[in-house]
């Protein structure tokens, strides 16, 4: 049973920078890539970034891009979100989420390509 638990969210001016921490329960957490996804009101959910199970692969949306780093630290099992240069359409509730494959190489950014989510963390950007 894998239980994911989001923080770190909160408000911050435009510009400034949050780091979003995600951690996991259980002994499988390093088999499993892991991923970021958020949600504003009235949108869809979107895939932000993705890391894949030993580390070695990342993927990114073009709207973070050279703005927010997803790294993981498997001996404490949890995954991190750095976030800098926030713009207020950044402004989420944040979930992380477990791949459903392991060992996956790669990095997914669809919705359904995975199984366990947290409970999301709030981040709100003024400008």
């Known amino acids: 049973q894998v239980q994911l638990v989001e923080s770190g969210g909160g408000l911050v001016q435009a510009g400034g920078s949050l780091r979003l921490s995600c951690a996991a329960s259980g002994r499988t957490f390093r088999r499993y890539g892991m991923g970021w996804f958020r949600q504003a009101p009235g949108k869809e959910r979107e895939f932000v970034a993705a890391?894949?199970?030993?580390?070695?692969?990342?993927n990114y949306a073009d709207s973070v891009k050279g703005r927010f780093t997803i790294s993981r630290d498997n001996a404490k099992n949890t995954v991190y979100l750095q976030m800098n240069r926030l713009k207020s359409e950044d402004t989420a509730i944040y979930y992380c989420?477990?791949?459903?494959?392991?060992?996956?190489?790669?990095?997914?950014?669809?919705?359904?390509?995975?199984?366990?989510w947290g409970q999301g963390t709030q981040v709100t950007v003024s400008s």
């Open positions: 890391i894949s199970w030993g580390g070695g692969g990342t």
């Open positions: 989420a477990a791949d459903r494959t392991l060992y996956y190489d790669g990095a997914h950014s669809q919705p359904h390509e995975y199984g366990t």
